[in-house]
C-alpha cells in the first residue's frame, strides 16, 4: 500500500494499461479482462487486476495531467514493480492526415515542461517510446485494419490552451497530436528502466473541429485497448 493506491502487495501485474479517467478504467477492465478484480480506490482512482489471454494484466487510471500520471506511475514502478506501462488515452489531432477515430503511436513526445524538468536543467531530454512495444502495436494495428499513425505527439501542460502560436509550430514540425501525460510516462520509464508506449485514439481534431460523437467512442476505444493488450504480449 502507498500514500495514493491502496493495493496489496501481489495485486498489481507487471504489465499496466493507464487510461486516464478511472470510469474507462473500470469499462475496459469489465469488457476486456477475465475476473477483473478491484484492487485500488483511493481518492476515487480505480485500479482492476484480472487477466487476458492467460496474462495478468492490471488496468489503472492515471487522472489528467502530468503530474497526475507521475504519482501513479512512479508508485507503480517502484512500489508494485510494474515493468510494462501503456497510456491508453484520447488526443486531438494536429495533421490534417490524422482523422477522427484513427489511432496514434506516440514516437516521441514534445513537451513545455514536465514534473521530471528540475531533474534536468538545462537538458532538453527526449522521451521516447520502447521501440519494441511499439512495432508489436503497429503491427497489430495493421492485422485490425485500424488507420494508424507513428510519431511524434505533444503533451500539453493545459487543456484550455491559448497559445495559438505555439500549436502552430507544432503542426509545422510534424506533431501529429496533442494529450496531457505521455511526454512524462517515458521519461519516468526511462529513469526506472521500464518500458512504456502511449497509444491513442483521436476523438476531436484541431484544425476541423469535428468530435468523436459519444456512442461511438466505445467502439474506437476498444480497438485501443485491443492493440494495447496484443502489444504487450507480443
Known sequence: MTVHIGAKPGDIAETVLL???????????????????????VRGMLGYTGTWNGHRVTIHGTGMGMPSLS???????????AKTLIRIGSAGGMQPQVKVRDVVLAMTASTLSTPS??????????????????????????????????????????????????????????????????????TLAARHGARALAVLTISDHLLTHEALPSDQRERSFGDMVEIALTAAFA
Not at 495559438?164 to 511526454?183: K, S, W, Y
Open 71 to 81: 504519482i501513479y506511475v512512479n508508485e507503480l514502478i517502484r512500489d508494485y514493480g
Open 117 to 186: 524538468r528540475g531533474i534536468f536543467r538545462e537538458v532538453n531530454f527526449a522521451p521516447a517510446a520502447d521501440f519494441g512495444l511499439l512495432a508489436a502495436a503497429h503491427a497489430a494495428a495493421v492485422a485490425r485494419g485500424v488507420p494508424i499513425h507513428a510519431g511524434g505527439i505533444y503533451s500539453s501542460d493545459v487543456f484550455y490552451d491559448e497559445r495559438p502560436d505555439l500549436n502552430e509550430q507544432m503542426q509545422r514540425h510534424g506533431i501529429l497530436c496533442v494529450e496531457m501525460e505521455t511526454a512524462e510516462l517515458y
Open 19 to 41: 487510461p486516464g479517467d478511472p470510469y474507462r478504467a473500470r469499462w475496459a477492465a469489465e469488457r476486456f479482462l477475465e475476473n477483473p478484480r478491484l484492487v485500488n480506490e
